[in-house]
């Protein structure tokens, strides 16, 4: 496998921050690495744990990957949230969050205290709310790395992306038990299980498929998470405290038809009408039931550094919801922290949504894709997500919808690229970098590219932005 040799030599697992700052300060900048696909797919073991078990042994397999996670877990779970809908990864839909009548003994046993960063609060929601089900806490060291390796669980189970606890804290040890804050709130208790300093270069070459810093998930487990990792069986207390609601899985799952197909559309920016178009004609693809309906969930946890803030996307997805008032929509927000790790982040997507109801999941080209920061090179192909998604559908128990290109026409309004080609059609363009400056300026932008009740949300985004420098 070719790896980024002139970074992998400064960034060693013990020096990873030293060598981090030094290239962040100015260091002669590194070409993006690609991995081979059978580093990014790798294939799937000779036994599966199957994400429906019917039977004895899946069953047993699900028991095991539960004693992974913590020999003596307290896993609640609710049929009434899973009867006549998707059945949740490895077959159960878990709730770690104690019962408020428990935190003050919680707390009080409780040896160290870590404040979360941003990125650790939405794990620890995710996982007390049961997001990242089946897991009951966070990774510890022989899961992780065999995620790291295979996308897998120990036990067989697919998982795209290690789920971890970092800190630089030296005093802690195993047996430990951490109350974890998080401005001003205790979100949870972790109980340490594992402690080690990862190998921060294996992590992400074989995660995210390369090792440059121009990777936005590289510089983040680089030079924002911590020296060591953390695993162990996580019990949740309160929920972080949002200026949005985040629905629980238990919850959007109440409000799902029974025995019927649920698409899931996964976005981090505003939707635009090119965006609506996707998610709405995708409700009729071949592969997908009459009187299925469309979970909108988006994500509004940390992402690139240059998107939009969540709270501010939060507000558009709230008036473009009553704007089009769809009863074929389902509306919900997912505190999740992107990594924009292309094909490994769109099985993550998918297992999270799987777990919130989901039988279907639209996925477009260049899925949580990223470029360089210094030259623009895309560190993934156009359809290495769609590719991944597809190869790894059936053993999730999920259908993919590919997204279509749509293109908007003076003629007859959106209609898909092939048509607009066949017949001729005048097409119309409005690049990203335009529609902001037209935003800052106050231009008028045309009723085909973006809803109205969008665009005035991120004026008045704008407005303030202005008005405080």
Known sequence: QQLNLEMAAQLTSKHISTACTA??????PVAPVKLPASVLAPAAPV??????????????????????????????????ATAGLQTPHGGKLVNLQAPQSEWP???????KTIEASHRNACDVELLSVGGF????????????????????????????????????????????????????QNIGVLTVESKWCPDKVKE???????????????????????????????QGLELPKRVFPCASPAEVRATLPKETDVLAFQCRNPIHKAH???????????????GSVCLVHPTVGPTQDDDIPGAIRYKTYEVLKQEVNNPRLRWAYLPYSMHMAGPREAIQHMIIRKNYGCTHFIIGRDMA?????????????????????????????????????????????????????KENLTKLNLSGTKFRTMLRSGEDIPDWFAFKSVIDVLRDQVKAEEGAK
Do not use: W
């Not at 810093?213 to 069986?233: N, T």
């Open 23 to 28: 290239a962040a300060r100015g260091s002669k």
């Open 47 to 80: 036994v599966r744990a199957s994400s429906k078990p019917t039977d004895a042994a899946s069953t047993r397999r699900g028991q095991r990957l539960t004693r992974t996670m913590a020999a003596a877990a307290e896993v609640v779970t609710s049929e009434a």
């Open 105 to 111: 003994a919680l707390i009080q046993g409780c040896t």
């Open 133 to 184: 089900s089946p897991l009951t806490g966070f990774l510890n060291e022989d899961d992780y790395y065999s995620v790291v390796e295979t996308m897998r669980m120990k036990s067989g189970l697919l998982l795209g992306i290690p789920v971890v606890f970092d800190t630089d804290r030296e005093d802690v040890v195993v047996g430990d038990k951490i109350l974890i804050t998080y401005q001003g």
């Open 204 to 234: 992400a070459s074989k995660v995210y498929g390369v090792t440059t810093l121009e990777h936005p998930a590289v510089q983040m487990i680089s030079m924002e998470r911590g020296k060591y990792y953390l695993g162990g069986k996580l």
């Open 276 to 290: 609506y178009e996707l998610f709405i004609r995708a409700l009729d693809a071949p592969n997908v039931r009459e």
């Open 369 to 421: 894709g990223s470029k360089s920061c210094l030259t623009g090179e895309d560190f993934y192909g156009a359809y290495d997500a769609q590719n991944m998604a597809s190869t790894h559908a059936a053993e999730l128990g999920m259908q993919t919808v590919p997204s279509l290109n749509i293109a908007y026409t003076q003629e007859k309004g959106y209609v898909t690229a092939d048509i607009a080609e």
